[in-house]
């Protein structure tokens, strides 16, 4: 039986950017959802950070996307979908990918990984 991981990515857009970077996650997230029977989620920072020495007056928020509980393979179907939906034009510098476990649920022990 194959881990069940969460992942997280997070990254930069441009403030002016928002309005079409918003709506094509949220149809790519509505997407694998529907696909793949999983749970996702789209968060934001609710400050905007300022731009690189290039452009210190430049605006920018951070995003989060969320996708629990899925396949330990799950990153390459996000990965074809980020394409398809050319999310990444909005995208500035890198996209950081984490990935995690469950250990505990509310307070209780899970899985056979459990602290180890």
Known sequence: MSMKLDIYIYYRVAAEHV???CAAASAMQA?????????SL???R???SA???????????TWMEIYLA???DFEQVI??????????T???????????FTVAKSGVMVGEHACA
Do not use: C, M, N
């Open 19 to 21: 309005t079409p970077f």
């Open 31 to 39: 997407t694998l959802s529907a696909e793949h029977k999983i749970v």
């Open 42 to 44: 789209l968060k934001r």
């Open 46 to 48: 609710p400050e905007e």
């Open 51 to 61: 731009g690189a020495a290039a452009d210190p007056s430049a605006k920018f928020h």
């Open 70 to 72: 899925v396949p330990e």
């Open 79 to 88: 990965a074809q979908h980020l394409k398809q939906a050319g999310i990444a």
């Open 90 to 100: 909005w995208i500035e510098g890198v996209r950081h990918v984490e990935t995690f």
